[in-house]
Each structure stands twice: as structure tokens, then as C-alpha cells.
């Protein structure tokens, strides 16, 4: 049966004082991007209405309502910052993955080329074993450069000869074109490649928590179904919304993630709280006075 840890704090700290050495089987983290800016979502209550505000599918119209906002700050003061924050982290990350296990880095095009030179560092280039492109389609496009619609994800093996791969749970994609490949295997479909095409998380679903920078559930149970086995421990220190932890839990996997931000924890709570989430910490003054519900 798995188990699901959420602790709130400084994650450096925690994975120091609560996380043994090589306990861990999968890791995923995805950090700030350093963007400069300040992430926030809104949520919208959309309702068909004739005299709405909002235009959609056929013509029909629709009036929306603000709900609660979320936010966090994307900023450090320099790129040497940015740097010296993740490097820490990388290194205790290295410490705690299980020597079979995998270590999966979540980043986008402007941080990424520096941060594979630090995790090279680490684990050594041998244990590179992809960059994984996660493509998408929304939001604006720029009319002066190629906008960009992808997110960047780093993969690396503690002993690239020795690592969790599970190709038959791997999901299967549709044929582009599937007259040319027979009935059969357009019914199978093929396996994925290193650019996976998923839809952002839609803004209407059932999916949608509301937390800015949220990702989709459909890549994060690629990942845990191929590069883990039921029963293994995953860890998230930057869990954001949960998604990694709930990809864990309906894979029967055991999750630690951990946060150091109350919208983060609090949807951690709500959404996993099927599953047994269990609040750790040594001093939950803040919790309390930030009022955790």
C-alpha cells in the first residue's frame, strides 16, 4: 500500500534532515524558471449565457466570474542565484536517488543549457541519458520571433547501465499517418519519441487546481509508469500543485513532496486527500498562523 508525504519548508533543509541516502527510486522536480516574473492564475467560472462576455465553439457565448487567485515569485537577482540555489538541491538530489533510479529535471529554454552542465557535474555525462521535449499549442503567438511552445525536461540515470525502463507501460500515440501502416499497428498505435505532444492542462477540466504552473497529469504518469515499479518511493521538492504526487498514488507508488509555499500545501492536501496525505513537519507554527485548512 503506498504512502504519501507532504512536508512544508525550505526543501534543501528538509532533504538534509529527513530524506536517507539512496531511498528513492524516481525523482521529478520542477523549479522556478526564473522567468523575472511574478506566476499568477485566476480561476474562471464559465456558464452558457446570451449576453455574456466570452465568445466559444459555434458561436455560443458564454459569462465568466473571477475566482481565487495564486501566486508566487519567479525571480532571482541574477543568474548566478538562480544557479547557486539549484546546485545545492541537484546535489542532495544525486544523494538520495536509489542507484537504479532516475532523476527527472523540469525546465524551459532559457535556464536549461546551464543547468545540464551542473547536473553533468553531478551525476556525470555519462548518466545523460535524454532531453526530453514536452510540445504544446496555446496562448499568443509573437509576430518578431519563433514563439516558443515547450518546455525542456532533463533525464538522467544514477547508473546509466542499471535503470528502471518499463517499455510495455509506455502509452501508445496515434500513426500521423495510419493508412500507411496497416490496420493493426494503427490500432496498437506507436511509442512515443523524445518530443511528446500534450495538451496544457485544460483551463475548464476536471484537472485544473487553479495553482499557477501546473502540469499535466498525462506526462507526469508517463513518466512514473515507465521509470518506476509499484511500491517504489518517488519524490517532488517542489510539488506545486501535486501533480507528481497524485501520478504516484494512482500507480500505487509512494510519494514525498515537499513545499515551501501555503497555496502549494493546501492544494497538495485537497487533492490528494484521498489518498492518505500526511502533513510532516517538526514545527507547524506556520502552518497554523497561515492557517492550513
Same mark, same amino acid.
Request: proline residues 5%; charged residues 25%; neutral net charge.
Given at each position: 500500500?503506498?504512502?504519501?508525504?507532504?512536508?512544508?519548508?525550505?526543501?534543501?533543509?528538509?532533504?538534509?534532515?529527513?530524506?536517507?541516502?539512496?531511498?528513492?527510486? %524516481?525523482?521529478?522536480?520542477?523549479? $522556478?524558471?526564473?522567468?523575472?516574473?511574478?506566476?499568477? *492564475?485566476?480561476?474562471?467560472?464559465?456558464?452558457?449565457?446570451?449576453?455574456?462576455?466570452? !465568445?466559444?465553439?459555434?458561436?455560443? &457565448?458564454?459569462?465568466?466570474?473571477?475566482?481565487?487567485?495564486?501566486?508566487?515569485?519567479?525571480?532571482?537577482?541574477?543568474?548566478?542565484?538562480? %544557479?547557486?540555489?539549484?546546485?545545492?538541491?541537484?546535489?542532495?538530489?544525486?544523494? !538520495?536517488?536509489?542507484?537504479?533510479?532516475?532523476?527527472?529535471?523540469?525546465?524551459?529554454?532559457? =535556464?536549461?543549457?546551464?543547468?545540464?552542465?551542473? %547536473?553533468?557535474?553531478?551525476?556525470?555525462?555519462?548518466?545523460?541519458?535524454? =532531453?526530453?521535449?514536452?510540445?504544446?499549442?496555446?496562448?499568443? *503567438?509573437?509576430?518578431?520571433?519563433?514563439? /516558443?511552445?515547450?518546455?525542456?525536461?532533463?533525464?538522467?540515470?544514477?547508473?546509466?547501465?542499471?535503470?528502471?525502463?518499463?517499455?510495455?507501460?509506455?502509452?501508445?500515440?496515434?500513426?500521423?499517418?495510419?493508412?500507411?501502416? #496497416?490496420?493493426?499497428?494503427?490500432?496498437? #498505435?506507436? &511509442? $512515443?519519441?523524445? !518530443?511528446?505532444?500534450?495538451?496544457?492542462?485544460?483551463?475548464?477540466?476536471?484537472?485544473? &487546481?487553479?495553482? $499557477? &504552473?501546473?502540469?499535466?497529469?498525462?506526462?507526469?504518469? *508517463?513518466? !512514473?509508469?515507465?521509470?518506476?515499479?509499484?511500491?517504489?518511493?518517488?519524490?517532488?521538492?517542489?510539488?506545486?500543485?501535486?501533480?507528481?504526487?497524485?501520478?504516484?498514488?494512482?500507480?500505487? *507508488?509512494?510519494?514525498?513532496?515537499?513545499?515551501?509555499?501555503?497555496? /502549494?500545501?493546501?492544494?497538495?492536501?485537497?487533492?490528494?486527500?484521498?489518498? #492518505?496525505?500526511?502533513?510532516?513537519? /517538526?514545527?507547524?507554527?506556520?502552518?497554523?498562523?497561515?492557517?492550513? =485548512?
Amino acid at each position: 500500500m503506498s504512502t504519501h508525504q507532504l512536508y512544508y519548508g525550505d526543501n534543501l533543509t528538509i532533504l538534509q534532515e529527513y530524506v536517507p541516502d539512496e531511498s528513492v527510486n %524516481l525523482i521529478y522536480i520542477d523549479p $522556478p524558471f526564473n522567468t523575472g516574473k511574478l506566476q499568477q *492564475r485566476t480561476e474562471l467560472k464559465v456558464k452558457q449565457d446570451a449576453q455574456g462576455d466570452r !465568445v466559444g465553439f459555434q458561436g455560443r &457565448t458564454y459569462r465568466t466570474t473571477k475566482g481565487k487567485s495564486t501566486h508566487y515569485s519567479d525571480k532571482f537577482e541574477s543568474l548566478d542565484d538562480y %544557479l547557486q540555489f539549484l546546485r545545492p538541491r541537484f546535489e542532495e538530489a544525486y544523494r !538520495v536517488l536509489h542507484p537504479n533510479g532516475s532523476f527527472f529535471l523540469h525546465i524551459d529554454y532559457r =535556464e536549461v543549457h546551464y543547468c545540464k552542465v551542473i %547536473l553533468d557535474e553531478i551525476f556525470g555525462r555519462e548518466s545523460f541519458m535524454n =532531453e526530453i521535449i514536452w510540445a504544446y499549442d496555446y496562448g499568443g *503567438r509573437a509576430k518578431s520571433w519563433w514563439p /516558443a511552445k515547450h518546455d525542456n525536461i532533463l533525464w538522467y540515470a544514477k547508473t546509466p547501465k542499471h535503470y528502471i525502463f518499463n517499455f510495455d507501460e509506455m502509452d501508445r500515440i496515434p500513426y500521423m499517418a495510419p493508412g500507411l501502416v #496497416g490496420k493493426e499497428k494503427a490500432a496498437r #498505435g506507436k &511509442t $512515443p519519441t523524445d !518530443v511528446w505532444w500534450h495538451t496544457i492542462v485544460s483551463t475548464n477540466g476536471s484537472e485544473k &487546481t487553479g495553482y $499557477p &504552473t501546473q502540469k499535466p497529469l498525462g506526462i507526469l504518469n *508517463r513518466i !512514473v509508469k515507465v521509470h518506476s515499479s509499484p511500491e517504489d518511493i518517488l519524490l517532488d521538492f517542489f510539488a506545486g500543485s501535486g501533480t507528481f504526487g497524485e501520478a504516484a498514488a494512482l500507480h500505487d *507508488r509512494s510519494s514525498i513532496l515537499v513545499d515551501n509555499n501555503i497555496p /502549494a500545501i493546501k492544494c497538495i492536501m485537497h487533492r490528494l486527500a484521498l489518498y #492518505g496525505i500526511q502533513l510532516v513537519n /517538526a514545527d507547524y507554527t506556520a502552518l497554523q498562523t497561515q492557517k492550513i =485548512e
